[in-house]
């Protein structure tokens, strides 16, 4: 079996979530290979070349592949992943933009967002917002696959030492452009890789009442997240959003204040290690997966917890 | 310009879904279908570019048993002008699906064709960028706004990082996230002159397309269950618990 990486980057660093998709890779079997497609991109190809367990890197460096369009990389991809048993990336925004357009330009029903390997061509995958976990077989010939970051553990970032190779063949569509980027700027840990994540809902009232929970993330280290009504609510941005169609997060320490715990939000995070809620509705959904549950006036309780910390 | 609107048949939004006892498949005997929430939004964004004489025509689509006229009528009733069924009782993966909509594209030519980033019942996000890669046309996903002018469409995407705005020529490719607008609900007299509407019926192979599915779906079951939880009195015994016996901070 050889299997086909396809890096998470921003062109100077490589994502987290590159390495939790090498290790899935790694369940599955075979040579690994890594294909970092970007502008500029030395940098993360580097960065691909120490990860532990890796055979090669591949390097498509060329203009049009510096933001990710769906509409260059994808082919780029279904002309080197022909080669390979299995494609594998990460189930990011970027991962399931571009990889079921590479999938179908190789006549491959992919598998999204897999959660385990059950073998070489059998996968686990949540469907349903999370309520039902299907165990899914492929009978296609190459096996295009996104992976689900918060499921696998990250691969060693360091002690590799993969060849690296360029890659020449540029593909560009012509059809699209990149205009513009509004990226959420934080000195706070990620989201997705966070060890706690402190997460407001609707009961926040608005987007000034964050700031309580963004002085709790600052003395544990945490992420700040928020359920989709806070979002829609307009009191924080999207990159903020925990649940079926955000992100996904598995934390040590999830605390969710004023969420009402809608299944949506719940496929979100139901994996984190140690759930709290605060809430002021004792029957609110979210004390059913809460380990430690307050039901209090999160208006007093967070204060409070501020102060305790 | 010629929209077109795909939309899928799923189970509500509200309903809770269970594994049958056997684990073969989900047990959704009996339970409410609606309109995918995404493709509600789809059909929404199509109604509101035909108000602002952007878009002159809305065709939309589903596919699947005959039961998928329901979601063809609501779309009706919604504003769209007239709609595609392609029945099959077929299981439809992704693939079929964006196959059977290349094949209509081709067909219709529409300028743009908008639907739901996923559906909520497979998960899957995929059949937009699919659709993409059969036709050849540029794919905006996840889309926060859509602005049409001057023969390309600017769409702004909800991103890991943030947002991004990416430029595409016509004829394009739209998927829907859940921020690009609030659908509206179907007035009655809506829903009476959607009966009218014509709906023209097709199948899979009407349109050349081989739909066997590729993947086989060996087993479902719930997932892991929490523990249920505690409740305590106060602040002070939560920290302590989160010390002491989480050991989590």
């Given at each position: 079996m050889s299997i086909l990486v396809i890096a998470e980057h921003d062109n100077a660093s490589l994502k987290g979530a590159t390495l939790n998709t090498v290790t899935a890779a790694q369940s599955i079997g075979g040579d690994i290979d890594v294909l970092v497609a970007g502008a500029g991109c030395g940098a993360a190809a580097e960065a691909a070349a120490k990860i532990s367990g890796v055979n090669k890197v591949l390097v498509a460096d060329n203009a049009a592949y510096g933001h990710q369009l769906a509409e260059n990389v994808a082919p780029l991809i279904a002309e080197i992943g022909k080669a390979y048993t299995h494609i594998l990336a990460p189930a990011t925004t970027t991962g399931k933009n571009i990889m079921p357009r590479a999938a179908a330009l190789l006549d491959v029903q992919p598998i999204s967002d897999i959660i385990s390997v059950e073998s070489a061509d059998t996968f686990k995958r949540p469907v349903y917002a999370g309520n039902v976990i299907a165990t899914v077989q492929s009978a296609d010939v190459t096996k295009v696959i996104t992976v689900r970051g918060t499921a696998f553990d990250a691969a060693a970032g360091e002690g590799g030492s993969a060849a690296v190779e360029a890659v020449d063949t540029a593909h560009d569509s012509g059809v699209s452009s990149f205009v513009g980027e509004e990226l959420a700027k934080s000195d706070r840990p990620e989201l997705t890789a966070a060890k706690v994540v402190i997460s407001g809902g609707r009961g926040m009232q608005n987007g000034e009442n964050f700031e309580m929970l963004y002085k709790i993330a600052d003395k544990l280290g945490a992420a700040v997240g928020a359920s989709r009504a806070a979002v829609d609510a307009g009191?924080?941005?999207?990159?903020m959003q925990v649940g079926q169609t955000g992100k996904i997060v598995a934390p040590e320490l999830y605390i969710a204040v004023g969420i009402s715990g809608a299944i949506q939000h719940l496929a979100g995070m139901k994996d984190s290690k140690v759930i709290v809620a605060i809430n002021k509705d004792e029957e609110a959904p979210i004390f059913q997966v809460a380990d430690y549950g307050l039901v209090a006036d999160l208006f007093e309780a967070v204060p409070e917890l501020d102060g305790k910390l | 310009m010629k929209v077109l609107v795909a939309v899928k048949r799923v189970v509500d939004y509200n309903v809770k879904v269970r594994p049958k006892a056997d684990g073969s498949d989900v047990d959704i005997a009996n339970v409410k279908m609606s309109i995918n929430p995404f493709c509600e939004i789809a059909v929404e964004e199509a109604v509101r570019l035909k108000e602002k004489g952007v878009a002159s025509e809305i065709v939309v689509v589903s596919m699947g048993p005959k039961q998928c006229q329901e979601q063809i009528r609501t779309a009706l009733a919604l504003g769209a002008d007239r709609g595609i069924h392609v029945e099959t009782d077929a299981e439809l993966q992704p693939l079929a699906v964006a196959k059977c909509l290349n094949a209509l594209v081709a067909k219709e030519s529409p300028e743009l064709v908008i639907m739901g980033k996923q559906s909520i019942d497979g998960d899957n996000n995929q059949t937009g960028q699919m659709l993409g890669a059969l036709s050849g046309l540029p794919q905006g996903t996840f889309a926060s706004e859509v602005n049409v002018a001057d023969g390309k469409v600017a769409v702004t995407r909800e991103v890991d990082g943030g947002l991004q705005t990416v430029s595409l020529s016509l004829p394009a490719i739209v998927t829907t996230d859940l921020r690009l607008n609030e659908p509206r609900y179907a007035k009655l007299p809506d829903i009476m002159k959607a009966k009218r509407k014509p709906v023209e019926n097709v199948s899979p192979e009407d349109l050349g397309v081989d739909v066997a599915p590729r993947t086989k779906t060996l087993k479902v079951e719930p997932p892991a269950q929490r523990q249920a939880g505690i409740k305590v009195s106060d602040v002070s015994e939560l920290v302590e618990k989160l010390k002491n016996e989480a050991k989590v901070i």
């Open positions: 009191f924080v941005p999207n990159d | -």
